[in-house]
C-alpha cells in the first residue's frame, strides 16, 4: 500500500459527532459541536473532550463542573454543524435548530431529547494542551433511547445511527454495515496461533 505523508495534523476519522450540553452562569444552555470527544476509561467511567480553551463551552464547563455529551444521529447533521460554527454567545442554539432540553437525572446541565445517548459528566481533571484544555469527566449517568433495545433488552444499533466526522476532510457520514463482533471476531485467528507456530 503506497501512503503519502502529510506531516503533523488532524487528518483521523471517524471521529465522533457529539453536541456538548453545558450551562451557564446564568442558567442558559449552551450547545457545542465536538467531534474530540470518546471513551478514556471503563474504571471509573470516562469521557474526554478536548475544547479550545477560549470556547463558551469550556468557561461554562470550569465554572460548573458538569455536561453532558449528546451522541448526534445522522439525521441532526445540519444542526450538529450549525452548532458548531455559531458562538453561544451570539444565539440560542438549542431554538434556533429546534432541540429540546430535557432534565437530566443527576448533573444540572440538560439532555438533548433528540439524541439517542446522553451521557452525564462531572468534571474530575483538566489537562493542558497548547490552546486546547482536555477535560476528563467521570460518567455518573447513561440514557439510550429505548428504540434501541428488543425484547430481551439487546441493543440494536441501527437505532442510534451515529453521525461521524472525517477529521481533515471536514466531512460528515454515517455509519454502513456491521464487519464484525468485536471481542469475537478476532477468535478465528486465536485458533491457528499454535497451527502457525511461532517463527
Known sequence: M????????VTFFPQPTTLISSLDAEGELNLMTA???GIVSKTPPTMAVSLHRGRKTY??????????????????AVAADYCGIRSGT????????QL?????????????????LNLECRLAQEVELGDYRLLLGHIVEVH????AFDGDGHIDTVSFDPLVYLG?????????????????AGKQLVATENAAGRR
Request: aromatic share 6%; proline share 7%; charged share 30%.
Open 144 to 147: 439510550a433511547t429505548e428504540e
Open 100 to 116: 429540546h432540553p430535557e432534565e437530566a437525572d443527576i448533573v444540572a446541565v440538560p439532555l438533548l431529547a433528540e439524541s439517542p
Open 2 to 9: 503506497n501512503k503519502r505523508r502529510m506531516g503533523p495534523c
Open 35 to 37: 467531534s474530540w470527544a
Open 90 to 97: 451570539d444565539v440560542d442554539k438549542a431554538s434556533h435548530c
Open 59 to 76: 468557561q461554562n464547563i470550569r465554572e460548573r463542573g458538569e455536561f453532558v455529551v449528546n451522541m448526534v444521529p445522522a439525521s441532526l
Open 168 to 184: 481533515g476532510i471536514r466531512e460528515y457520514w454515517n455509519l454502513g454495515e456491521k464487519q464484525a463482533d468485536a471481542y469475537s
